[in-house]
C-alpha cells in the first residue's frame, strides 16, 4: 500500500514507539549493521543480514534496550557468546538465538529491556501478492552513523518493489542500515491499516540505482527452527 506523506509519518512515528526498542547495532569489520528482536513460535532470536553476520564483533547496547540503568555498558563482545549465527546465505540472512544474550546479561547483572517484532505481523503471501507490481511505502528502521560516530535510532521512508519472490527498496540507503527490518502496510478484512514486518535489509548490489534487495519475512520465518 502506497500511504500519502501525512499517514507515512504517522506510521513511521509509532513505528519508533511501538518497536524501537527492538533494534539494536552491530559493529562489524565490514562496516556498521543493524539487527533486531523477533518473537518466534521457536523461540526470540536476533536476525540481521548474512554478510552482517558473517563480519560481526559486537552489539551495541543502547541504554534505553538494558536495565538497571548504567550496569550493561556500551557493547557485547560476540565473542564472550556461546552461542553461534545460524547463517543462510540463501536469502541472505542470519539468525541468532537469544538464550545466551539474556544468560549473559543475568550473569553480568543487568537484563534486556526489548520489544521484539511479533511473528504475527510477518508478510505474508497474500499480503505480497495484493501489492501487485507497483510501489508500496517501506519505512525502514535502523541505527545509522552519526558525524560523531553514534548510533542514533533512525527511520528512512522509502518505496518498495516486487523483484521476484522477494521485494526491492528502489533507493540507496545511509551505512548502518544493512540488517534493519521494513515495515509497510495493507489494509485488513474490515478495511482498517494493518502493520506488516515486510523483511530484512540486504546490502545493495553490484548494479547501481537498484537499491537494496529486501528478504521477506515469511521466507525467514520459514527457514527459522521450528517450535
Do not use: K
Not at 552489539?59 to 560476540?78: F, N, Y
Request: hydrophobic share 45%; glycine share 14%.
Amino acid at each position: 500500500m502506497l500511504l500519502e506523506p501525512d499517514a507515512e509519518n504517522e506510521v513511521a512515528s509509532e513505528l519508533c514507539q511501538l518497536l524501537g526498542r527492538a533494534i539494536l547495532p552491530v559493529h562489524a569489520a565490514g562496516g556498521p549493521g543493524t539487527a533486531f528482536f523477533l518473537s518466534h513460535p521457536g523461540g526470540e532470536f536476533l536476525l540481521t543480514a548474512e554478510g552482517v553476520a558473517a563480519q560481526a564483533q559486537r552489539l551495541g547496547l543502547r541504554p534505553s534496550i538494558t536495565e538497571p540503568a548504567g550496569v550493561a555498558g556500551e557493547s557485547l563482545a560476540l565473542a564472550d557468546l556461546p552461542a553461534q549465527w545460524i547463517r543462510d546465505a540463501r536469502l541472505g540472512v542470519a539468525a541468532l538465538p537469544t538464550g545466551e544474550l539474556h544468560g549473559f546479561a543475568a550473569g553480568q547483572g543487568w537484563r534486556w529491556r526489548v520489544q521484539p517484532v511479533p511473528a504475527t505481523i510477518a508478510v505474508r503471501a497474500d499480503d505480497l501478492a495484493g501489492f501487485g507490481v507497483g510501489p508500496v511505502t517501506a519505512i525502514v528502521l535502523a541505527l545509522g552513523v552519526g558525524v560523531d560516530g553514534g548510533r542514533p535510532l533512525e527511520v528512512a521512508v522509502e518505496r518498495a518493489v516486487r523483484d521476484g519472490d522477494s521485494l526491492r527498496i528502489d533507493a540507496a540507503l545511509p551505512a548502518g542500515y544493512v540488517g534493519a527490518p521494513v515495515f509497510g502496510v495493507r489494509p485488513d478484512d474490515v478495511g482498517e491499516i494493518s502493520l506488516r514486518c515486510l523483511g530484512i535489509v540486504l546490502p545493495a548490489g553490484d548494479e547501481a540505482g537498484r537499491g537494496h534487495p529486501v528478504t521477506t519475512l515469511d521466507r525467514v520465518l520459514a527457514a527459522l527452527p521450528a517450535p
